[in-house]
């Protein structure tokens, strides 16, 4: 079992940039996808979350109306498009699986992939 993260690098502000999960050894459908980030010195902030059952999304406050989270059935991932970057946005970015989304649930993910670092910097 194992998931990546990937899409990752250096935008300016303004700017855009998709995050790919992509999972090895089991479906992505099967699960909750959630995406989390940490920047230095911070706590880990859950960012977004999509569920297995009905695909209902969730967003915090401080992405939402920016960032849009959805399947690609096909390459067995879940993307991450992050438009309108601002420098806050600055962070590792980790994406996990759960039965549910942590945020809609109260369940905690479990298992998390190695993450992937945004930089959003003129």
């Known amino acids: 079992v194992q998931l990546q993260a990937s899409g990752g690098g250096l935008v300016q502000p303004g700017g855009s940039l998709t995050l790919s999960c992509a999972a090895s050894?089991?479906?992505?459908?099967?699960?909750?996808i959630g995406w989390s980030r940490q920047a230095p010195g911070k706590e880990r902030e859950e960012v977004s979350c999509i569920s297995s059952s009905d695909g209902s999304t969730w967003y915090a406050d401080s992405v939402k109306g920016r960032f849009r989270i959805h399947r690609d059935s096909a390459k067995n991932a879940v993307n991450l498009q992050m438009t309108s970057l601002k420098p806050e946005d600055t962070a590792v970015y980790y994406c996990?699986?759960?039965?549910?989304?942590?945020?809609?649930?109260?369940?905690?993910?479990?298992?998390w992939g190695q993450g992937t670092q945004v930089t959003v910097s003129s």
């Open positions: 050894g089991f479906t992505l459908e099967a699960f909750a």
């Open positions: 996990a699986k759960g039965k549910a989304c942590e945020a809609m649930s109260g369940q905690p993910m479990d298992y």
